[in-house]
């Protein structure tokens, strides 16, 4: 007969006291993770800090449960061969194997949150899949983040310690009788089974817990906090993309609150046919520039070029990323498409709808188009997504030919691509419009050794990079001002997203997708610094009316800069949660109700939560968003972001 001393080895309380290990260890990364992005939520009180600790446990378990359910069933299933000391030792291996595993994308977030600001979901996915980047860089990054292979190795050594100390006492059952053993323990497997899905869905509550489930405990600065990256990716993984949502009753309810469509009225003046040149600086946060952000010691600027350029050009002290990665950034810039979805608007299904964007209005007027970006052909899928966009041709790495100018990581450096930009729009017939990438401000921010003592080390990695790359813009205006195309050129120059930051306003909802929105022509009246709120969905329409464009209606979820009576407003999207900025106003929403709302002129660390003292302009500014994504999630489900 089995006795109540003999309880705590039994079977079923020794899987209740290994899975109890894993959580310990998920516990231990989440405090780690905490450690390791301190920079980020140095906002977060440490009595939030405990509360996240305490609140994700509920998300690591259901994601401990739902990766272990066939080992439970193992363990619980009714059979007596669960009773044999090598079948427990095998349970113990798998166990181990399974789980050390599972603890792995939590600790790849240790370090790749501090560029992507959200936990990883299971678009990873989708980005492995999208040209061969990513196996190519894989050994780099282990090499650079080798700590994070040591904690792994650590976590796992720790977890066998542990379980080695769990073991059953198989022969407290061999005198049960058939019967007997079988009813006890079935009732026991229907018990367990019933608290294990419990566990599963997080609760008794209607639906199970979801990614967004975490913004009912913190705003969304604290989110990532209180999940974990393994659920995260589940919770994504096969996830249908977008819904279409019923804020308003019909769609043509929600346009009459946003629409994006922009008509082309019957303006005064000829059509300016000057050629459009889009440069996206990878990585380009306003932090690491100088005009923005002024800095003190030995290193006054890290971008002295730019500086300049911007005091000729139109910029905006308010102007910012759609997005916190490459891969979302160039549909924002060159086709006013955001991303205000989890999955990246290129790798999406959606992804083969017919679109506007600069390019493909341009060509109309027969402008010449083509993208440029020296990295590998194929990265990301930008090949493809220009190709769709309307861009005629795509030059890559492939198409410089020159493999002395390589990098050894991403593609060719800044400055010999820039040049080969230059000296190729030289022979392109004009009017032509034109986008370039560059890429050595990007991990692991690799600069040509001829360099290696002309530029200082800031205090970031990434700063001597940008000091490179600053200094490449330069050699690229240097030898474009002498073409006789530069006079009649409108140069747009913004980043495709910010990176890892030194500075608490850049580690801020508001900060972290803070990027230079920059309008440059020489010789013109493009010279002020403006408080016009601007994002990258912006560029679009902002480029059509600079040029009196008058040939057809368009498609992008942004204002013109240059028109003072439209309303003007910024959206983002990072972990499951939209931020809108509008007038004096940033509203936090999660798709269902608003989360709090910032004067963010006033309060650009959005500390004091206006939401319960001024509801009737949360209801406003949540009417025109909930609007936005109605109008958004219908017309890329029902491919409508082009106007037939």
């Known amino acids: 007969m089995l006795k109540k001393s003999d309880l705590k080895n039994s079977i079923q309380f020794v899987l209740i006291e290994r899975?109890?290990?894993?959580?310990?260890?998920?516990?231990?990364?989440?405090?780690?993770?905490?450690i390791f992005n301190y920079s980020y939520f140095s906002q977060t009180t440490f009595f939030e800090f405990i509360l996240s600790l305490i609140y994700g446990i509920r998300f690591d378990i259901s994601v401990v449960l739902i990766v272990n359910a066939p080992l439970i069933l193992l363990a619980l299933i009714p059979f007596k061969i669960r009773t044999h000391k090598i079948y427990d030792k095998i349970f113990r291996i798998l166990f181990l194997i399974v789980n050390s595993l599972l603890i792995l994308p939590n600790l790849a977030d240790l370090v790749y949150f501090k560029f992507a600001a959200r936990r990883t979901t299971s678009d990873m996915f989708n980005i492995m899949g999208t040209g061969d980047d990513f196996w190519v860089m894989l050994p780099k990054y282990i090499r650079d983040f080798w700590y994070i292979m040591v904690i792994w190795i650590f976590s796992i050594l720790l977890m066998r310690f542990l379980l080695k100390r769990t073991k059953q006492s198989p022969e407290n059952y061999q005198s049960q009788k058939t019967i007997k053993y079988y009813g006890i323990q079935s009732i026991l497997f229907l018990l367990l089974s019933s608290f294990a899905i419990i566990g599963m869905r997080g609760g008794l509550q209607l639906k199970p817990i979801s990614i967004i489930s975490a913004g009912q405990y913190f705003s969304g600065k604290n989110i990532p906090l209180i999940l974990n990256t393994p659920f995260t990716i589940i919770k994504t993984l096969n996830k249908k993309g977008l819904e279409n949502v019923t804020y308003f009753k019909t769609f043509e309810d929600a346009e009459k609150?946003?629409?994006?469509?922009?008509?082309?009225?019957?303006?005064?003046?000829?059509?300016?046919?000057?050629?459009?040149v889009v440069i996206i600086l990878e990585s380009f946060s306003k932090e690491h520039i100088g005009f923005f952000t002024p800095q003190k010691g030995k290193i006054k600027t890290y971008t002295p070029f730019l500086d300049s350029l911007i005091k000729e050009s139109l910029t905006f002290k308010y102007s910012f990323a759609n997005a916190k990665r490459s891969i979302e950034g160039i549909p924002a810039v060159l086709a006013g498409i955001p991303t205000l979805m989890n999955i990246p608007y290129i790798s999406s299904e959606y992804s083969l709808d017919k679109i506007n964007s600069v390019a493909s209005l341009l060509s109309a007027n027969n402008y010449q188009t083509a993208f440029y970006h020296g990295g590998k052909n194929g990265t990301m899928g930008f090949d493809n997504f220009t190709i769709i966009a309307g861009f005629e041709k795509y030059?890559?790495?492939?198409?410089?030919?020159?493999?002395?100018?390589f990098d050894g990581e991403?593609?060719?450096?800044?400055?010999?691509?820039?040049?080969y930009f230059a000296k190729n729009l030289s022979t392109t017939k004009t009017p032509f419009v034109a986008g370039i990438f560059t890429l050595s401000?990007?991990?692991?921010?690799?600069?040509?050794?001829?360099?290696?003592?002309?530029?200082?080390?800031?205090?970031?990695?990434?700063?001597?990079?940008?000091?490179?790359?600053?200094?490449?813009?330069?050699r690229f205006f240097e030898t474009a001002s002498k073409m006789p195309w530069f006079d009649n050129t409108l140069f747009v120059i913004t980043a495709d997203h910010t990176s890892e930051s030194a500075d608490p306003f850049y580690q801020s909802r508001m900060g972290e997708f803070a990027v230079p929105i920059i309008y440059y022509k020489h010789n013109s009246n493009l010279k002020a610094y403006s408080n016009t709120i601007t994002q990258q969905s912006d560029i679009l329409p902002s480029v059509m009316d600079f040029l009196n464009y008058k040939k057809q209606n368009y498609i992008a979820f942004g204002e013109s800069v240059f028109d003072s009576t439209k309303n003007h407003f910024a959206v983002n999207y990072l972990n499951d949660t939209y931020v809108m900025f509008n007038e004096n106003y940033a509203l936090e929403f999660d798709g269902n109700k608003s989360l709090a709302l910032y004067e963010f002129r006033t309060d650009s660390l959005f500390q004091n939560n206006l939401l319960k003292s001024k509801p009737q302009l949360s209801k406003s500014l949540e009417k025109k968003l909930k609007a936005i994504i109605q109008s958004y999630n219908y017309r890329l489900i029902n491919n409508k972001l082009s106007v037939n």
Not at 412 to 418: A, K, P, R
Request: hydrophobic share 30%; with cysteine; net charge positive.
């Open 19 to 34: 899975l109890l290990i894993v959580l310990f260890v998920f516990t231990l990364l989440r405090i780690c993770f905490y």
């Open 257 to 276: 609150n946003y629409s994006p469509v922009h008509k082309i009225s019957i303006k005064t003046g000829e059509y300016d046919n000057s050629n459009v």
């Open 395 to 405: 030059y890559g790495k492939n198409e410089y030919n020159n493999d002395k100018d």
């Open 410 to 419: 991403w593609g060719i450096y800044d400055e010999e691509y820039l040049q």
């Open 441 to 474: 401000s990007h991990h692991p921010y690799t600069i040509p050794s001829k360099y290696k003592n002309k530029f200082s080390d800031g205090k970031l990695k990434i700063q001597k990079s940008i000091m490179y790359t600053d200094f490449a813009l330069k």
